[in-house]
């Protein structure tokens, strides 16, 4: 009989455990100095108290923990900021050229996928502790953002595109560079569209993939194998579509677009951000300023395009390299007129095109063209979390927000160039190993 109530009794204990919340996980991190709104003093000797994922409160000084279970981050000679973020990544590749043309075609969706983790993952130790990927192919990145939400994985928080929609024979038209017996294949993500109606499906097919944003392209572009230019390839009626569309199903947008007149059909079909924006006329630039849409530059792509081309002066097909070479020479000058008239500038790399982990080098092109250090890292933080409609979550470190912060040896703001090596991770509230 007592054996019989003792089991009883464990039996209900475990239950009652099973029931209860787990017990809160605290963190103290102290530290040297914390830019906790990017534009705002800097705070001197502080602690940063965190629970469960979220920041709690930002203590002056030092202060020690009263629960012996709170754990202690020494950040006393380390300058901390809020997690970066980087609103233009394709996180299933970055090898480029004629060899990323190969990958199309020999990779699983498997091995993209693998690939996608292992990018992000140099993304994450970077700084960079949320990315919105606009564009890939198979759904890798759609697979791994809900791994990452789920805990099943360690990652930077994803936004993704599902796949990116263009007309056909537009820059996001993977059938571009084949044989035509082939066109049929890589048109089938059904991501081309010509006409208003079919760019309505197009959209709400990435919409059903679960895409949290939509990207499109109104203009040629610089890797797409086609001679067509850098110029506008989409109508009115198609761009407004996907616009529409996209507002339907409560989805922001995001546009590559190059050539002066693809950034104006954008602007006027009222997109939230411009990606690249390379050629701009005083007609743009008026609408530009006009207008609350974000410019993200993507400046980073011309350390891809001239690595690869050191190490392999074939590494493109002759018509992408001249396109190329004139991406090189022509890369900062929309930065320095668009930032100068008041345009919101977000952080953007094209990461894919550029190397993965490599992401903080924007920074240091973003302030060789105009832009003061505090204004780059605010287009990393406080800004592409508004791009992100992620401002409440994510952006400063303030009571209540995700605890995504990263610690760096010296004063960013005398050298930007710090911000490429940061000494500490930590994404909502986990510490991230950085080897």
């Not at 920041?55 to 006393?76: Q, R, T």
């Amino acid at each position: 009989m007592i054996d019989t109530t003792r089991k009883t009794m464990a039996a209900a204990t475990a239950a009652l455990l099973m029931a209860l919340p787990a017990l809160a996980e605290t963190t103290y991190i102290q530290a040297g100095k914390v830019m906790a709104v990017p534009g705002e003093t800097v705070l001197g000797e502080t602690t940063i108290i965190v629970t469960d994922g979220r920041i709690v409160s930002l203590e002056a000084g030092y202060k020690a923990p009263k629960d012996k279970k709170a754990k202690v981050i020494d950040l006393k000679d380390s300058y901390v900021l809020p997690g970066f973020i980087d609103s233009h990544v394709h996180l299933t590749s970055d090898t480029g050229g004629i060899a990323s043309q190969l990958e199309d075609v020999t990779l699983s969706s498997a091995a993209q996928a693998f690939n996608a983790w292992d990018n992000s993952m140099k993304t994450l130790r970077a700084g960079f502790t949320t990315v919105r990927n606009l564009g890939d192919g198979d759904g890798a990145v759609l697979a791994l953002r809900d791994a990452v939400n789920d805990g099943q994985v360690t990652g930077p928080r994803i936004l993704d595109a599902g796949n990116s929609i263009s007309t056909t024979s537009g820059h996001m038209d993977g059938s571009l560079g084949y044989r035509d017996e082939l066109r049929e294949y890589f048109n089938g993500a059904g991501n081309t569209c010509n006409g208003a109606e079919d760019c309505r499906r197009a959209v709400r097919l990435q919409v059903a993939r679960g895409a949290d944003v939509i990207k499109f392209a109104t203009t040629g572009g610089v890797n797409s194998r086609i001679g067509a230019g850098l110029g506008r390839q989409m109508f009115e009626d198609e761009a407004r579509a996907i616009v529409e569309t996209a507002r339907l199903f409560g989805k922001k947008v995001a546009v590559h677009a190059h050539g002066a007149d693809g950034i104006r059909l954008a602007l006027q079909v009222g997109v939230d951000s411009i990606e690249h924006g390379t050629i701009l006329d005083p007609e743009t630039i008026e609408a530009f300023a006009a207008s609350d849409t974000y410019y993200v530059p993507t400046l980073s792509v011309v350390n891809g395009y001239i690595e690869r081309l050191k190490n392999n002066p074939d590494s493109y097909e002759p018509d992408v390299r001249a396109k190329i070479e004139w991406r090189i020479d022509i890369t900062g000058k929309s930065l320095e007129i668009l930032y100068a008239r008041g345009v919101k500038i977000a952080f953007g790399t094209d990461a894919g095109v550029s190397k993965h982990g490599r992401n903080a080098d924007e920074f240091e092109l973003m302030v060789k063209f105009g832009m003061p250090s505090v204004e780059a890292i605010k287009a990393a933080t406080i800004n592409a979390a508004d791009l992100l409609g992620l401002t409440e979550e994510i952006g400063t470190l303030e009571p209540g927000k995700s605890a995504d912060l990263v610690a760096v040896k010296g004063d960013p703001l005398k050298d930007i160039r710090i911000l490429k090596s940061v000494s500490f991770v930590m994404a909502r509230g986990k510490v991230v190993p950085l080897q």
